[in-house]
């Protein structure tokens, strides 16, 4: 059994910062790709940022230079940091990574965390 637990979410005042975590946890043999995703109300599912196993990243454009995102392979663990908040960045933040499990080494598997809920208050 495969589990991301992300952390690190609340309530914060606009310019203000974050952290997020995601650890993943479970019969792991290896990681890919590792990412966070954001869904606000009424808005589907989009990408914010991700970090292959080789510590190449990629940003949407709405957070490039604002968010910084980073991994711990040890720990199979990444972070989310996120300066100068705003309201637009309100949404439960979801991580995600490509995983293969013991039980099934050549298969790679997408699996998703339970979401943390960013709200940025003006």
């Known amino acids: 059994q495969v589990q991301l637990v992300e952390s690190g979410g609340g309530l914060v005042q606009a310019g203000g910062s974050l952290r997020l975590s995601c650890a993943a946890s479970g019969r792991i043999f290896s990681i890919n790709a590792m990412g966070w995703y954001r869904q606000a109300p009424g808005n589907q599912r989009e990408l914010v940022a991700r970090?292959?196993?080789?510590?190449?990243?990629n940003y949407a454009d709405s957070v490039k230079g604002r968010f910084t995102i980073s991994r711990n392979n040890a720990k199979s663990t990444i972070y989310l940091q996120m300066n100068n908040l705003t309201p637009e960045d309100t949404a439960v933040y979801y991580c995600d990574a490509v995983i293969s499990a013991f039980q099934a080494k050549d298969v790679m598997s997408e699996y998703w965390g339970q979401g943390t809920q960013v709200t940025v208050a003006s």
């Open positions: 970090i292959t196993d080789g510590g190449s990243t």
